[in-house]
Structures are given as C-alpha cells and as structure tokens.
C-alpha cells in the first residue's frame, strides 16, 4: 500500500532538511578540522597558542558538524527507503542533538558573562593565529564569522589594519564606529532578542523535523498490509469443505 498524502508530504520535507543539515555539518566539520590542524602547524613566530578556549570551540565545530552528517545520513536513508529502522534511529539522535541545544542555549542564558569570556579568549586566539600563520585560510574564515556574527572588527576595530578584510563591509562612514572584537563579545547579552529569536527558531526546526519523522514513521506502518501466508495444495484441500456425494 502507499504513503497517504501526509506521510508523502513529511518524506519529502524530511529528504530536504536532512540534505541542507548534511550539509550544513560536513561545512561545520571540515572547518573545526581544518583549524585543529592549521593550529598545529608552525607559524613564524612558532609559539604555541592552543588556549582552552579555542580547543573547547573547534572540539564543538568537529563533534557537532559530526553529530549533524550522522543524523542526516540516517533521515535521508530512512526517509527515501521508508525505512521505520532508520527512521527510528534518526529520532533518537535528533532527541539527543534536541536536548544538547536546549541544555547548551540554557546554559549560555544562565552564565551569559561565562561564555562571553570564553568566546572572547576563542576570539583573541583566532586572531592571534591569523597574524602568526600570517594569514591562514582556515583562521580567515574563522574571523570572518566571529566579525559577522558580532558585527565587529580585530582587536582594535575602526583602525584595525591586520585583518581588515575579514571585516564586515560598511560604508566610509560607518566604518569609523566600528567597535573591537574582545570586548563586544566578551559584554554580548545573550538574552537578547537576535539570540533568543535564532535559539527558538532552531529549536522549532528540529521539532518539526522530528514531528515529520514521526508521523513518516505511522505512515509507513499503516501503508505495510497484513504478511502473506502461503498455502501449500494440501494445506488448502485441507482447509476445503468434503462435499458429500450424491446417491
């Protein structure tokens, strides 16, 4: 039997999720992996700067893009193939990575100054990389999304003339009120409402994604009919009334 058209539609928005979240993690992981190993590479001033800080960032880069391409592979698996084995995988780590966000986002509400500090020290390493890998791709790329997020720039900010152009681009004007990096992201509230409103819209997608497993999951056990059962000749001549004979 096929998928009724709700479960039809939940398969199709699972295959699409699943494909930009696969995606979204190999991208995480493969820059968390490319800074690890950038980061061990000697640089000209060959000092090492792998703070506590950093170490913990690109660890969570690499474990969550990881987590991510994992439970992709799984959803689109389960979903293509109408799997419920998979599908029922895909649910249990979806809950998991549902529950590290939520316990991760409360954390972050609760000790907002703790987590500025230690995105702050993540940051002033960052930097610290750049200038003695003398301009690393995979340090560039880190900046950039600190700049971009925090809307902020080096460590000294409008007259920041090292990695200027990892900046956010702004007009001659708005260029001057440009602050610096360390201390906007060490006094970043993050009860704010930017943060609370991308928080919860994460929060709703994968809740989505797992009310679509779910109901894909009901669906593809209410299409599977009853198993076949298969008759041998004298199991049916068995089961067939004797007609009496007629005298």
Same mark, same amino acid.
């Given at each position: 039997?096929?998928?009724?058209?709700?479960?039809?539609?939940?398969?199709?928005?699972?295959?699409?999720?699943?494909?930009?979240?696969?995606?979204?993690?190999?991208?995480?992981?493969?820059?968390?992996?490319?800074?690890?190993?950038?980061?061990?590479?000697?640089?000209?001033?060959?000092?090492?700067?792998? *703070?506590? /800080?950093?170490?913990?960032?690109? *660890?969570?880069?690499?474990?969550?893009?990881?987590?991510? !391409?994992?439970?992709?592979?799984?959803?689109?698996? +389960?979903?293509?193939?109408?799997?419920?084995?998979?599908?029922?995988?895909?649910?249990?780590?979806?809950?998991?990575?549902?529950?590290?966000?939520?316990?991760?986002?409360?954390?972050?509400?609760?000790?907002?100054?703790?987590?500025?500090?230690?995105?702050?020290?993540?940051? *002033?390493?960052?930097?610290?990389?750049?200038?003695?890998?003398?301009?690393?791709?995979?340090?560039?790329? !880190?900046?950039?999304?600190?700049?971009?997020?925090?809307?902020?720039?080096?460590?000294?900010?409008?007259?920041?003339?090292?990695?200027?152009? *990892?900046?956010?681009?702004?007009?001659?004007?708005?260029?001057?009120?440009?602050?610096?990096?360390?201390?906007?992201?060490?006094?970043?509230?993050?009860? /704010?409402?930017?943060?609370?409103?991308?928080?919860?819209?994460?929060?709703?997608?994968?809740?989505?994604?797992?009310?679509?497993?779910?109901?894909?999951?009901? +669906?593809?056990?209410?299409?599977?009919?009853?198993?076949?059962?298969?008759?041998?000749?004298?199991?049916?001549?068995?089961?067939?009334?004797?007609?009496?004979?007629?005298?």
């Amino acid at each position: 039997m096929a998928l009724d058209g709700c479960s039809q539609l939940c398969k199709c928005i699972l295959i699409l999720v699943n494909i930009v979240l696969g995606l979204i993690g190999f991208a995480i992981m493969a820059l968390g992996l490319w800074v690890r190993f950038s980061a061990q590479t000697r640089g000209i001033f060959n000092v090492d700067l792998n *703070t506590t /800080s950093f170490a913990i960032v690109v *660890t969570l880069l690499i474990v969550l893009g990881a987590l991510m !391409m994992v439970i992709s592979a799984f959803g689109n698996f +389960g979903a293509c193939n109408e799997s419920k084995g998979a599908l029922t995988v895909f649910v249990v780590l979806l809950s998991f990575l549902l529950t590290f966000t939520i316990a991760a986002g409360t954390l972050a509400i609760m000790k907002s100054e703790e987590v500025g500090k230690l995105l702050s020290d993540a940051y *002033t390493t960052t930097y610290a990389q750049y200038v003695d890998k003398v301009g690393d791709p995979s340090m560039a790329i !880190m900046l950039q999304f600190f700049h971009n997020m925090f809307d902020c720039c080096g460590i000294l900010g409008s007259i920041e003339p090292v990695v200027r152009e *990892t900046c956010p681009k702004k007009g001659f004007l708005d260029s001057f009120s440009v602050p610096a990096c360390p201390a906007v992201i060490a006094s970043k509230d993050y009860r /704010s409402p930017a943060f609370m409103g991308g928080f919860f819209g994460m929060l709703a997608l994968m809740l989505f994604a797992l009310v679509c497993s779910l109901v894909l999951r009901k +669906g593809i056990s209410s299409s599977s009919g009853p198993p076949y059962i298969l008759m041998s000749s004298t199991t049916f001549q068995q089961e067939m009334p004797h007609a009496e004979p007629n005298y």
